[in-house]
């Protein structure tokens, strides 16, 4: 199974950037599609943007559509996360994924990541 390991988290005051990265160890990613999820404190894991293989087709939630960009580097074996426009909001421990072609739903998504956590100040 491949590992899924998250970096790039941190300390952002709001209306700033950010960019998450998310490196798969042990082999190349396998599936098509790679996500990107997040958890707020209290609050259920949520959909926050997928890419397909080909890096053509992004899905977004509608919460970070127009601030996050999703990306991936097949050769690097690594997806990432660029947050714009950040806000107070977007805290949260964000987590990526490996799923199926068109995966957008939780249980779509096999492989995960431990998160790393993002703390946005007003």
């Known amino acids: 199974q491949v590992q899924l390991v998250e970096s790039g988290g941190g300390l952002v005051q709001a209306g700033g950037s950010l960019r998450l990265s998310c490196a798969a160890s042990?082999?190349?990613?396998?599936?098509?599609?790679l996500g990107w999820f997040r958890q707020a404190p209290g609050k259920v894991r949520e959909f926050v943007a997928a890419?397909?293989?080909?890096?053509?087709?992004?899905y977004y939630a509608d919460s970070v559509k127009g601030r996050f960009t999703i990306s991936r580097d097949n050769a690097k074996n690594t997806v990432y996360l660029q947050m714009n426009r950040v806000k107070v909001d977007d805290t949260a421990v964000y987590y990526c994924?490996?799923?199926?072609?068109?995966?957008?739903?939780?249980?779509?998504?096999?492989?995960w990541g431990r998160g790393t956590q993002v703390t946005v100040s007003s």
């Open positions: 890419i397909s293989w080909s890096g053509v087709t992004g």
């Open positions: 994924a490996e799923g199926d072609r068109g995966a957008t739903r939780e249980n779509e998504f096999v492989s």
């Open positions: 042990g082999r190349t990613f396998s599936r098509d599609t």
